[in-house]
DNA sequence: CCCCTACTGTAAGGTTCCTTTACAATTAAC
DNA sequence: GTTAATTGTAAAGGAACCTTACAGTAGGGG
């Protein structure tokens, strides 16, 4: 109970559960509303008009079919707030704005070289994003930002992006400034975990953790159904993960050629594939022997013995259920690959995780930032303040 | 509020909140406990009263000093309840008894060659150490133990324990039998990293993790305040951690002679400190090393070179905020070693925690083991019932 | 076609649990 | 020896839930 700050805690708590519900659940009527939130039907019809009074929830429709009168069905009004969610890669940013329902109301791209700096990037992005939304920047809630580079967790602020020379320490203040309303930057790697468990193949998984297989090599870690940042921010930066067959990192340069990084990169694998004599890049080889080519064969078997020994360690450590592979490489690789890694990770320690491909379809990453957007503008506009 | 259940969930929270506070804080009065739980004056008395009536808090003195009536000082009934926890090793039982305050009344032994078989082993030790306590066994609330080897978290029992061939799966059920009460076991590791937490090192850290450096190898994982056990019950089996500079390990065999086990356990310690021309056990070298032994420097480099080679992969994956050396090895090394082995980290990648010896004097698995059961007994006999 | 049943939505009154205010009793300090 | 701060209890009040009761509506059986 911890001192009743003046502002109602029960009510409150109730009231978010209620829209929480109507937001997963779509729209719900009175009666099961109530049994739904642990209510009764009175209180929860209190709790509605509440709701309707302060412009969140309306009557979208009733209830046909049952015995008595067509109950009024309730739902989220969705221009009750929106969210702007980017990504941003070394060489496209893309968007997508959405309500605060979750539907995606229009998207958008840019190059990045057109811009002179993170700001204007964003500003331009966000602002051709919205129009083609219909609506105004000033109706967004948050922006929520996907990007290499490591997130201090105290802060929010970049610490540094080796891919985005110019997003450095600083680009938080410098948007909160420019856009006056919440800011989010977070590792594009753990967004992908977060859009894995939202939507994908580690929903509803408490200890899980995502393999990101690309250009560059990152961790999502799940545990106990929440992203594990670290202390830094630095957790799951497995690039740097020394492994046997890799020359050891040293200090903290880009380990492009040296520990796990240097042994499964999508540069690592079109290096494997020649090795093996194919012709072609790394991935698509790893489609080849997905899809049944012979040749490419020993190559995918070479490919996940790589991943295991890396993944191995992280499994000794965590212990995680589920272990999903995503990025460039996991995806071509399916559940094929997938396969391979979860046998030879078993050959190579007690803990075994099933190994399973990203389920996500699309950008994962712009997913996962819009799901981290939501979640911040849900608390701002649904939180009574007043 | 998920459908209020019959049982006054307000009061209860409330109860227990202030039950809390005065194991952590002492006797308080009234007043004071209103202000700390954040009650009015009049509902922390009621709510002492109800304690009272139920036998668990009562009067243990009156606050002197101050203006007005000596106010009356209300602390947690130590008979309210027992717990008894202990520590099976391969050659040594050990145990401990504690009432609910937390207060140690006695500690046992046993030879566990003695015993038969695990539950005759606990029930013999058990029976003495509550005997030199005064209490009888039944008013134990809960039997903690901590054992080697890996435990279900889904069953709470053991899976299996290389070291302890007659723990093996079934004993939980064999335990619960003979005692007819609530019987936790947990990992040695896990453990000490608790006590770690509760009253050393990590105290009040979010995210750390204790490496155990002793016959065996092991790591307890704390993330955002508490322990990691993993799907499986592995987390932290860091013996079977591949490292460049040892054999890989094969499948769920003892790692005895791969991976980070081989290069840093009390043995690998001996043969190192043969190969490096020092005489006397691996530990005895790292204590010479430490208090200014020139001879045994090199060696001592050698092992934080090892070490940090192990947890640098830990670090990349979990970016911990403190990183705890414990075991023979850990405390042995103490400051000296810790110093180093951060040092170490710190050139191989970019997520540098701070490295520090245990803090724990005792034994810190009887010492965790004790801390879980009381957590135990405290929701056991605390939790309104009726 | 009519009535019964099951359901919706609101009104009235009750319960739980906490709060504020008021006051007599107590004790250190002036 | 009076004063001021405190303690502990009593009485009244408010927040937020609940149950019961009832008028109104829609589908289905006779």
Redesign the pocket.
């Known amino acids: 109970?911890s001192?009743?700050p003046k502002t109602?805690?029960?009510?409150d708590t109730?009231d978010r559960a209620a829209l929480d519900l109507m937001l997963s659940n779509g729209p719900v009527?009175?009666?099961?509303l109530?049994e739904l939130v642990?209510?009764?039907?009175?209180?929860a019809?209190?709790?509605l008009t509440r709701l309707g009074d302060r412009g969140l929830v309306e009557v979208v429709g009733a209830?046909?079919?049952?015995?008595?009168?067509?109950?009024?069905l309730y739902g989220v009004v969705p221009s009750a707030g929106y969210v702007a969610a980017l990504h941003i890669g070394p060489d496209q940013i893309t968007a997508s704005v959405a309500d605060i329902t979750g539907t995606e109301l229009a998207t958008g791209e840019l190059d990045p070289h057109e811009a002179s700096d993170p700001v204007e990037a964003v500003r331009a992005t966000v602002a051709h994003a919205t129009r083609s939304a219909g609506i105004t920047m000033s109706q967004l809630r948050c922006l929520s930002i996907g990007t290499p580079g490591m997130i201090d967790p105290r802060t929010g602020d970049i610490r540094f992006a080796n891919d985005l020379p110019d997003w450095r320490a600083g680009v938080l203040e410098d948007l909160r400034r420019s856009f006056q309303r919440p800011i989010l930057i977070e590792n594009d790697v753990n967004l992908a975990g977060l859009a894995e468990q939202s939507a994908g193949a580690s929903h509803g998984v408490k200890d899980s953790v995502l393999a990101w297989i690309d250009r560059g090599l990152g961790l999502a870690v799940i545990v106990d159904g929440r992203l594990h940042r670290g202390a830094g921010g630095g957790a799951g930066e497995i690039g740097y993960l020394a492994v046997p067959g890799a020359s050891t990192p040293h200090g903290t340069d880009s380990p492009q050629h040296a520990a796990f990084q240097s042994l499964v990169s999508v540069e690592a694998m079109d290096t494997l594939a020649r090795a093996f004599g194919l012709s072609g890049s790394g991935v698509d080889c790893v489609r080849a022997a997905v899809e049944g080519d012979v040749d490419a064969e020993p190559f995918l078997e070479e490919l996940a013995r790589r991943l295991a020994l890396g993944l191995a360690g992280i499994c000794v450590v965590l212990d995680p259920e589920l272990c999903v592979l995503a990025g460039e490489v996991g995806r071509a690789g399916g559940s094929v690959l997938a396969g391979r890694v979860q046998k030879a990770i078993a050959s190579l320690g007690p803990n075994v995780p099933t190994v399973v491909p990203t389920e996500i379809s699309g950008d994962p990453v712009l997913r996962g930032a819009l799901q981290m957007g939501l979640d911040t503008a849900r608390d701002e506009v649904f939180t009574h303040q007043g």
């Open positions: 109970m001192r009743a109602h805690l029960i009510r109730n009527t009175k009666t099961r109530g642990g209510l009764s039907k009175v209180t019809g209190q709790l209830q046909q079919g049952g015995r008595g009168p067509n109950a009024a």
